[in-house]
Protein backbone atom coordinates (compact mmCIF):
# COMPACT_ATOMS: atom_id res chain seq x y z
CA UNK A 1 0.00 0.00 0.00
CA UNK A 2 1.36 3.59 -1.28
CA UNK A 3 0.85 6.66 0.59
CA UNK A 4 -1.44 7.41 -1.99
CA UNK A 5 -3.65 4.47 -0.95
CA UNK A 6 -4.16 5.74 2.24
CA UNK A 7 -4.53 9.05 1.78
CA UNK A 8 -7.47 8.25 -0.12
CA UNK A 9 -8.97 5.97 2.11
CA UNK A 10 -8.81 9.08 4.42
CA UNK A 11 -10.10 11.49 1.68
CA UNK A 12 -13.07 8.75 1.36
CA UNK A 13 -13.76 9.10 5.21
CA UNK A 14 -14.00 12.70 4.52
CA UNK A 15 -16.25 12.35 2.01
CA UNK A 16 -18.96 10.98 4.02
CA UNK A 17 -18.82 13.38 6.31
CA UNK A 18 -20.04 16.26 3.67
CA UNK A 19 -22.85 18.33 4.85
CA UNK A 20 -22.70 16.98 8.39
CA UNK A 21 -19.81 19.22 9.64
CA UNK A 22 -19.95 23.08 9.14
CA UNK A 23 -18.87 25.18 9.55
CA UNK A 24 -15.70 22.52 10.43
CA UNK A 25 -13.92 21.11 6.86
CA UNK A 26 -15.20 17.44 6.77
CA UNK A 27 -11.93 15.82 7.46
CA UNK A 28 -10.33 12.43 7.50
CA UNK A 29 -7.41 10.50 9.38
CA UNK A 30 -6.35 6.89 8.91
CA UNK A 31 -3.45 5.81 11.49
CA UNK A 32 -1.13 2.80 10.01
CA UNK A 33 1.47 0.68 11.77
CA UNK A 34 3.41 -1.53 10.15
CA UNK A 35 1.50 -1.88 6.93
CA UNK A 36 -1.78 -2.30 9.27
CA UNK A 37 -4.21 0.30 9.49
CA UNK A 38 -4.60 0.86 13.35
CA UNK A 39 -7.10 3.61 13.56
CA UNK A 40 -9.48 5.51 11.29
CA UNK A 41 -11.21 8.22 11.90
CA UNK A 42 -13.70 11.54 10.59
CA UNK A 43 -14.50 14.90 11.80
CA UNK A 44 -17.80 14.14 13.38
CA UNK A 45 -21.65 15.43 13.26
CA UNK A 46 -21.68 18.80 14.07
CA UNK A 47 -17.69 19.32 13.65
CA UNK A 48 -16.03 17.90 16.42
CA UNK A 49 -14.46 15.76 17.87
CA UNK A 50 -12.22 16.38 15.04
CA UNK A 51 -10.83 13.14 12.67
CA UNK A 52 -7.24 12.94 14.09
CA UNK A 53 -9.25 12.64 17.75
CA UNK A 54 -11.44 9.71 16.91
CA UNK A 55 -8.75 7.84 15.04
CA UNK A 56 -6.13 7.79 17.55
CA UNK A 57 -8.68 6.97 20.58
CA UNK A 58 -9.18 3.61 17.54
CA UNK A 59 -5.65 3.03 17.61
CA UNK A 60 -4.46 3.67 21.78
CA UNK A 61 -0.98 2.56 22.06
CA UNK A 62 -0.46 1.11 18.52
CA UNK A 63 -0.19 5.06 17.91
CA UNK A 64 3.39 5.06 18.93
CA UNK A 65 5.56 4.33 15.82
CA UNK A 66 2.56 4.57 13.55
CA UNK A 67 1.90 6.82 10.22
CA UNK A 68 -0.63 9.41 10.30
CA UNK A 69 -2.54 9.79 6.79
CA UNK A 70 -4.81 13.51 7.45
CA UNK A 71 -6.67 14.99 4.64
CA UNK A 72 -6.03 18.56 6.01
CA UNK A 73 -3.20 19.58 7.96
CA UNK A 74 -4.11 18.93 11.58
CA UNK A 75 -4.59 21.88 13.78
CA UNK A 76 -3.09 24.02 15.73
CA UNK A 77 -5.34 25.90 18.00
CA UNK A 78 -6.57 25.16 21.15
CA UNK A 79 -11.02 24.97 20.96
CA UNK A 80 -12.95 22.32 23.41
CA UNK A 81 -9.74 20.35 23.20
CA UNK A 82 -6.30 20.73 22.73
CA UNK A 83 -4.90 21.13 19.05
CA UNK A 84 -4.87 18.02 16.80
CA UNK A 85 -1.00 18.31 16.10
CA UNK A 86 -0.20 18.14 19.83
CA UNK A 87 -2.31 14.85 20.16
CA UNK A 88 -0.53 13.54 17.26
CA UNK A 89 3.15 14.18 18.95
CA UNK A 90 1.70 13.26 22.10
CA UNK A 91 0.41 9.40 21.08
CA UNK A 92 3.76 9.14 19.33
CA UNK A 93 3.14 9.40 16.05
CA UNK A 94 6.40 9.10 14.03
CA UNK A 95 5.08 10.15 10.61
CA UNK A 96 2.41 12.69 9.50
CA UNK A 97 1.25 12.54 5.86
CA UNK A 98 -1.22 15.76 4.77
CA UNK A 99 -3.22 16.18 1.82
CA UNK A 100 -3.69 19.95 2.08
CA UNK A 101 -2.64 22.66 4.04
CA UNK A 102 -5.38 24.73 6.16
CA UNK A 103 -5.80 27.89 5.22
CA UNK A 104 -7.97 29.24 8.79
CA UNK A 105 -5.88 31.60 10.04
CA UNK A 106 -5.96 29.88 13.81
CA UNK A 107 -3.75 27.25 11.68
CA UNK A 108 -2.21 27.67 7.96
CA UNK A 109 1.24 26.07 8.36
CA UNK A 110 1.33 26.12 12.27
CA UNK A 111 -0.08 22.59 12.57
CA UNK A 112 3.25 21.35 10.35
CA UNK A 113 5.77 23.61 12.05
CA UNK A 114 4.45 21.89 15.28
CA UNK A 115 4.78 18.88 13.92
CA UNK A 116 8.13 19.77 12.41
CA UNK A 117 9.15 20.88 16.16
CA UNK A 118 8.63 17.72 17.55
CA UNK A 119 10.71 15.81 15.52
CA UNK A 120 8.15 14.03 13.16
CA UNK A 121 8.49 13.68 9.11
CA UNK A 122 5.71 15.62 7.44
CA UNK A 123 5.11 14.87 3.75
CA UNK A 124 2.45 17.22 2.53
CA UNK A 125 0.78 17.40 -0.87
CA UNK A 126 -0.80 13.61 -1.22
CA UNK A 127 -3.73 13.43 -3.59
CA UNK A 128 -3.56 17.61 -3.56
CA UNK A 129 -6.08 17.82 -6.03
CA UNK A 130 -8.92 15.40 -4.79
CA UNK A 131 -8.50 17.49 -0.96
CA UNK A 132 -9.07 20.57 -3.29
CA UNK A 133 -12.50 18.86 -4.08
CA UNK A 134 -13.60 17.41 -0.53
CA UNK A 135 -12.50 20.85 1.55
CA UNK A 136 -13.79 22.94 -1.51
CA UNK A 137 -16.78 24.25 0.72
CA UNK A 138 -14.74 25.43 3.73
CA UNK A 139 -11.78 26.80 1.50
CA UNK A 140 -14.44 28.57 -0.43
CA UNK A 141 -15.37 30.50 3.05
CA UNK A 142 -12.06 30.90 4.16
CA UNK A 143 -10.81 32.05 0.50
CA UNK A 144 -14.18 33.85 -0.71
CA UNK A 145 -16.03 34.80 2.49
CA UNK A 146 -18.79 32.37 0.71
CA UNK A 147 -20.24 29.02 0.56
CA UNK A 148 -19.17 26.79 -2.38
CA UNK A 149 -22.56 27.16 -4.33
CA UNK A 150 -23.96 23.81 -6.73
CA UNK A 151 -27.14 24.39 -8.58
CA UNK A 152 -29.35 21.55 -9.09
CA UNK A 153 -31.23 21.08 -12.48
CA UNK A 154 -34.12 18.92 -13.06
CA UNK A 155 -35.26 19.61 -16.45
CA UNK A 156 -36.77 18.00 -19.65
CA UNK A 157 -34.72 17.40 -22.93
CA UNK A 158 -35.45 21.00 -23.73
CA UNK A 159 -34.27 22.76 -19.96
CA UNK A 160 -37.81 23.08 -18.86
CA UNK A 161 -39.12 22.44 -15.44
CA UNK A 162 -43.03 22.94 -16.07
CA UNK A 163 -45.18 22.90 -18.82
CA UNK A 164 -46.51 26.60 -20.22
CA UNK A 165 -49.20 25.90 -17.63
CA UNK A 166 -46.96 25.32 -14.68
CA UNK A 167 -47.72 21.30 -14.59
CA UNK A 168 -44.37 20.72 -12.93
CA UNK A 169 -44.60 16.97 -10.70
CA UNK A 170 -42.56 14.41 -11.63
CA UNK A 171 -40.46 14.95 -14.59
CA UNK A 172 -37.27 13.62 -13.72
CA UNK A 173 -37.89 9.66 -12.26
CA UNK A 174 -37.29 8.05 -8.79
CA UNK A 175 -33.49 7.67 -9.09
CA UNK A 176 -32.82 11.30 -10.07
CA UNK A 177 -35.38 12.33 -6.76
CA UNK A 178 -32.89 9.63 -5.02
CA UNK A 179 -29.95 11.07 -6.29
CA UNK A 180 -31.51 14.73 -5.88
CA UNK A 181 -31.72 13.59 -2.19
CA UNK A 182 -28.58 12.67 -1.88
CA UNK A 183 -26.91 15.66 -3.12
CA UNK A 184 -29.14 17.20 -0.24
CA UNK A 185 -27.02 14.86 2.76
CA UNK A 186 -23.77 16.02 1.29
CA UNK A 187 -24.66 20.05 1.41
CA UNK A 188 -25.03 22.14 4.34
CA UNK A 189 -28.06 23.85 3.38
CA UNK A 190 -30.83 23.67 0.30
CA UNK A 191 -31.54 27.28 -0.93
CA UNK A 192 -34.89 27.96 -3.28
CA UNK A 193 -36.60 31.38 -4.06
CA UNK A 194 -39.78 32.32 -2.52
CA UNK A 195 -41.32 31.46 -6.13
CA UNK A 196 -40.70 27.77 -5.20
CA UNK A 197 -41.80 27.80 -1.66
CA UNK A 198 -44.87 29.42 -2.80
CA UNK A 199 -46.17 27.55 -5.82
CA UNK A 200 -44.60 23.80 -4.55
CA UNK A 201 -45.14 24.07 -0.63
CA UNK A 202 -41.60 22.27 -0.49
CA UNK A 203 -40.12 20.34 2.73
CA UNK A 204 -36.53 20.60 1.23
CA UNK A 205 -35.58 18.00 3.96
CA UNK A 206 -33.44 15.03 3.24
CA UNK A 207 -35.77 11.72 5.03
CA UNK A 208 -34.31 9.19 3.06
CA UNK A 209 -32.63 6.74 5.80
CA UNK A 210 -28.74 7.09 6.11
CA UNK A 211 -28.47 9.89 4.11
CA UNK A 212 -28.18 12.51 7.19
CA UNK A 213 -27.30 12.59 10.19
CA UNK A 214 -27.49 16.55 11.02
CA UNK A 215 -29.82 18.79 10.67
CA UNK A 216 -30.72 20.56 7.49
CA UNK A 217 -30.63 24.22 6.79
CA UNK A 218 -33.26 25.24 4.47
CA UNK A 219 -33.07 29.15 2.74
CA UNK A 220 -35.46 31.40 1.18
CA UNK A 221 -34.54 34.06 -1.14
CA UNK A 222 -37.43 36.22 -0.24
CA UNK A 223 -37.05 40.04 -0.48
CA UNK A 224 -40.55 40.98 0.30
CA UNK A 225 -41.60 37.96 3.05
CA UNK A 226 -44.04 36.58 0.86
CA UNK A 227 -42.98 33.28 2.16
CA UNK A 228 -46.50 31.56 3.62
CA UNK A 229 -46.54 31.55 7.16
CA UNK A 230 -48.46 28.41 7.10
CA UNK A 231 -47.00 26.30 4.81
CA UNK A 232 -44.69 23.87 5.11
CA UNK A 233 -41.53 25.10 5.52
CA UNK A 234 -42.24 27.92 7.96
CA UNK A 235 -45.13 26.44 10.03
CA UNK A 236 -42.82 22.82 10.50
CA UNK A 237 -39.16 24.19 11.24
CA UNK A 238 -38.45 21.49 14.18
CA UNK A 239 -35.16 20.46 14.06
CA UNK A 240 -34.18 21.20 10.33
CA UNK A 241 -33.47 25.25 10.31
CA UNK A 242 -35.58 27.45 8.55
CA UNK A 243 -33.42 30.58 7.28
CA UNK A 244 -35.08 33.48 5.53
CA UNK A 245 -32.86 36.16 3.01
CA UNK A 246 -35.03 39.28 2.96
CA UNK A 247 -34.25 42.96 1.97
CA UNK A 248 -34.78 46.24 4.24
CA UNK A 249 -38.12 47.68 4.87
CA UNK A 250 -40.34 44.05 5.34
CA UNK A 251 -43.49 43.91 7.25
CA UNK A 252 -42.54 44.47 11.23
CA UNK A 253 -45.40 42.42 12.57
CA UNK A 254 -44.63 39.51 9.38
CA UNK A 255 -41.16 39.76 10.97
CA UNK A 256 -42.07 38.72 14.37
CA UNK A 257 -44.27 35.88 12.95
CA UNK A 258 -41.44 34.07 11.10
CA UNK A 259 -39.53 34.84 14.74
CA UNK A 260 -41.90 33.33 16.61
CA UNK A 261 -42.13 30.19 14.54
CA UNK A 262 -38.16 29.78 14.97
CA UNK A 263 -37.50 31.15 11.34
CA UNK A 264 -33.82 32.99 11.02
CA UNK A 265 -34.26 36.49 9.14
CA UNK A 266 -31.28 37.71 7.49
CA UNK A 267 -31.67 41.32 6.11
CA UNK A 268 -29.55 41.70 3.15
CA UNK A 269 -28.76 44.64 0.91
CA UNK A 270 -31.16 45.27 -1.80
CA UNK A 271 -30.13 45.12 -5.15
CA UNK A 272 -32.37 45.95 -8.12
CA UNK A 273 -33.93 42.33 -8.48
CA UNK A 274 -34.48 42.00 -4.75
CA UNK A 275 -31.57 40.51 -2.56
CA UNK A 276 -27.95 41.13 -3.05
CA UNK A 277 -26.95 37.69 -3.63
CA UNK A 278 -23.34 37.96 -3.26
CA UNK A 279 -24.06 39.56 0.14
CA UNK A 280 -26.72 36.92 1.02
CA UNK A 281 -24.03 34.13 0.33
CA UNK A 282 -21.87 36.33 2.42
CA UNK A 283 -24.06 36.17 5.37
CA UNK A 284 -24.93 32.13 5.09
CA UNK A 285 -20.70 31.58 5.14
CA UNK A 286 -21.13 34.05 8.23
CA UNK A 287 -23.61 31.83 9.63
CA UNK A 288 -21.57 29.11 8.66
CA UNK A 289 -22.41 27.21 5.90
CA UNK A 290 -19.67 25.72 3.91
CA UNK A 291 -21.59 23.84 1.19
CA UNK A 292 -24.85 25.47 -0.45
CA UNK A 293 -27.53 23.06 -3.12
CA UNK A 294 -29.84 25.33 -4.64
CA UNK A 295 -32.59 23.97 -5.87
CA UNK A 296 -34.77 26.40 -8.13
CA UNK A 297 -36.43 28.05 -9.33
CA UNK A 298 -35.66 29.49 -12.40
CA UNK A 299 -35.62 33.30 -11.78
CA UNK A 300 -33.06 32.37 -8.43
CA UNK A 301 -30.92 30.11 -10.92
CA UNK A 302 -30.69 32.95 -13.65
CA UNK A 303 -29.52 35.44 -11.22
CA UNK A 304 -27.39 33.16 -9.32
CA UNK A 305 -25.86 32.79 -12.36
CA UNK A 306 -25.91 35.71 -14.12
CA UNK A 307 -23.63 37.10 -10.89
CA UNK A 308 -20.85 34.10 -11.29
CA UNK A 309 -21.82 32.87 -8.04
CA UNK A 310 -22.50 29.04 -9.68
CA UNK A 311 -19.62 26.59 -8.95
CA UNK A 312 -21.16 23.23 -9.93
CA UNK A 313 -24.21 22.28 -11.70
CA UNK A 314 -25.71 18.85 -11.12
CA UNK A 315 -28.42 18.46 -13.91
CA UNK A 316 -30.22 15.83 -14.15
CA UNK A 317 -32.94 15.28 -17.62
CA UNK A 318 -35.70 13.36 -17.82
CA UNK A 319 -36.49 11.76 -21.69
CA UNK A 320 -39.39 14.63 -22.71
CA UNK A 321 -39.83 17.31 -24.66
CA UNK A 322 -42.75 20.08 -23.57
CA UNK A 323 -41.72 23.10 -26.22
CA UNK A 324 -40.31 26.26 -25.93
CA UNK A 325 -43.15 27.76 -24.22
CA UNK A 326 -42.75 25.56 -21.13
CA UNK A 327 -41.65 27.14 -18.17
CA UNK A 328 -37.56 27.67 -18.79
CA UNK A 329 -35.33 26.51 -15.54
CA UNK A 330 -33.03 29.18 -16.17
CA UNK A 331 -34.67 32.24 -16.71
CA UNK A 332 -33.92 35.28 -19.14
CA UNK A 333 -31.22 37.00 -18.35
CA UNK A 334 -30.57 39.26 -21.03
CA UNK A 335 -27.44 38.29 -22.40
CA UNK A 336 -26.46 39.29 -25.56
CA UNK A 337 -23.68 38.16 -26.91
CA UNK A 338 -22.30 34.79 -26.23
CA UNK A 339 -18.19 35.55 -25.07
CA UNK A 340 -20.93 36.75 -21.77
CA UNK A 341 -22.27 33.59 -21.40
CA UNK A 342 -21.12 31.56 -17.83
CA UNK A 343 -19.11 28.88 -19.30
CA UNK A 344 -18.77 25.49 -17.15
CA UNK A 345 -16.34 22.10 -18.02
CA UNK A 346 -18.13 18.68 -17.93
CA UNK A 347 -17.48 16.87 -14.61
CA UNK A 348 -19.04 13.83 -15.00
CA UNK A 349 -21.88 12.06 -16.86
CA UNK A 350 -24.08 9.08 -15.61
CA UNK A 351 -27.90 7.23 -16.38
CA UNK A 352 -29.80 7.64 -13.90
CA UNK A 353 -32.84 5.25 -14.33
CA UNK A 354 -34.20 6.75 -17.86
CA UNK A 355 -32.52 10.31 -17.30
CA UNK A 356 -29.72 11.82 -17.75
CA UNK A 357 -27.80 13.32 -14.86
CA UNK A 358 -24.40 15.60 -15.37
CA UNK A 359 -21.59 17.10 -13.82
CA UNK A 360 -20.49 20.37 -14.40
CA UNK A 361 -17.62 22.77 -12.83
CA UNK A 362 -17.52 26.61 -13.39
CA UNK A 363 -14.85 27.16 -16.10
CA UNK A 364 -11.67 28.97 -14.83
C1 LIG B 1 -8.45 19.13 12.28
N1 LIG B 1 -9.21 18.02 12.20
O1 LIG B 1 -11.16 17.00 11.82
C2 LIG B 1 -11.07 19.31 11.49
C3 LIG B 1 -10.23 20.47 11.53
O2 LIG B 1 -14.02 25.11 16.05
P1 LIG B 1 -12.96 24.07 16.21
O3 LIG B 1 -12.12 24.28 17.43
O4 LIG B 1 -13.50 22.68 16.07
O5 LIG B 1 -11.91 24.27 15.01
C4 LIG B 1 -12.37 24.36 13.72
C5 LIG B 1 -11.20 24.49 12.80
O6 LIG B 1 -10.41 23.30 12.84
C6 LIG B 1 -11.61 24.64 11.35
O7 LIG B 1 -11.80 25.97 11.00
C7 LIG B 1 -10.44 24.03 10.64
O8 LIG B 1 -9.38 24.97 10.56
C8 LIG B 1 -10.02 22.91 11.56
N2 LIG B 1 -10.72 21.68 11.21
N3 LIG B 1 -8.95 20.32 11.92
O9 LIG B 1 -7.29 19.05 12.72
C9 LIG B 1 -10.50 18.04 11.83
N4 LIG B 1 -12.39 19.40 11.15
ZN1 LIG C 1 -7.97 19.38 15.09
Request: charged share 25%; proline share 3%.
Amino acid sequence: MTDEDHMRAALSLARRGLGETAPNPSVGCVIVRAGRVVGRGRTATGGRPHAETEALAMAGEAARGAAAYVSLEPCAHHGQTPPCASALIEAGIARVVIASGDPDERVNGQGIAMLHGAGIEVTEGVCAAEAETVNEGFFSVVRRGRPMVTLKLATTLDGRIATRTGESQWITGEASRRAAHALRGSHDAVMVGVGTALADDPELTCRIAGFRAAPMVRVIVDSHLRTPLDGRLARDVGDDAVWILHRDGVDAARRDAFGALGVRLFEIAASDAGVDLDAGLRALGAAGITRLLVEGGGTLAAALLRADLVDHIEWFTAPLVVGGDGVASVAGFGLERLDDARRFTLAGRSACGGDVRASYRRQI
